[in-house]
Every structure is written in structure tokens, then in C-alpha cells.
């Protein structure tokens, strides 16, 4: 999360922030925009469920909120060696938008994330220290990797990084099905490796008090 807030495009801190903030797809992340917003908390209808299910309100975390508040007024800065000068691009209507100023489709955002970590020097150093953490998780805890994930960190990835989030503040699987609109099963198999890691934390607090 840090890495990518220090050293990724404002439009892809942006997308990053948003999936954490409100578990969303990528999907639905793409069409969020300060319409949506509503005292504490955000409106969102997820696209893949919308037969069955009506718009949820997702409470936000105040510094959240007030971040969204912020980029209903503030355009994005881009910058790029091809250009003479860095570009702001501003939208009304959506959180997330290109360097053209285009809203993003779920592939084109994709694309954009697949670009800077394949592409750029600190996008290939991100995956490279994923990589490195992924094979200590697996060697230490034989954690089943899904493909998709072994490479580098995936968007849809940030569904589960917003749920440990809550989690980790408190909340139980109950309320955090409710507040993101997911069934509990599908909350317990995003925090499906929440144990080992409160283990190893344990460990460590423990070790740590010792050598206190």
C-alpha cells in the first residue's frame, strides 16, 4: 500500500486507495464518482450482482471520505517524459480517469496497472518484493497462490487488502458483509489467510517481549 501511494501515478494511488476504501471490483470502482458520495459514506451498486442486489452505502473512514471530497475538486496531475510539462486533467463526474481524461473501462485500467509494473523501474521493483514476500508466505505457511496472484499484485487484490483493513479495525464478518455488500461466505474466503497471519504477529510480540 505504501509503495504504491510513494511511487505510482496519482491515478493509480487513486484506483489503489478506492478499491481499499470500499472492496469493491474494478468494475464498479471505475464508475464511482462524487454523485455517489453521502455523509460518511459512499453508494455503490456492484454491476455483477445488480439483478439480485440493490445499491449498498459503504461508511468510509473519515480520512477516506475527506480524500474523496478532495478529488471532487481537484484534478490529477500527470506527467511524462514525452511531454514538455505535466498535464492536469479534471472530471466531475468520476474518481478514476486517464491521462486523457477519459473515465477508464475495467481493461483499460487494467492495462494501466499491468504497464507500470511491467514497464517502469519502481513498478517492477514492487513486483519483484511481491514476489519475494509471496515465496516466504508459501514456504512458511503453505499458502495455496492463486496464478494470477504469484506475479505481482492484481487490482481485484485490493477487494481483500479493504476487508483485512476493516477487519484489523475491529469489525467483525458480519459487519463487514453488510458494510461492503458481500456475503459472509465470500468475506471469509477473502480472509482466508487472516489466522496465520495473526499467528505470526503473535509470534513476533511475544518474541519481542522477551527480549524486552
Known sequence: MEYVRDHASPDLVRMERL???TCQRVSDLI???????????IWCRPKKTRRRRRATFIPLATVDALELDRWAETPITFTNTRWKAPIDRFRDDRYLYSPR??????????????RWLRKTADGKELCAKWQKWLTEMVAKYDWDIDPEDAKNPTIHGLRGT????????????????NDVGMSRQMVEHYMRFKDQMQVAAAGRRRLQLVED
Open 162 to 177: 479493504g476487508i483485512l483493513t476493516r477487519y484489523a479495525q475491529g469489525y467483525d464478518v458480519e459487519q463487514i458483509a
Open 31 to 41: 464508475r464511482l464518482g462524487p454523485i455517489h458520495r453521502e455523509r460518511t459514506g
Open 19 to 21: 478499491g481499499i476504501a
Open 101 to 114: 481524461g477519459v473515465p477508464y473501462a475495467d481493461t483499460s485500467l487494467r492495462a494501466r496497472w499491468m
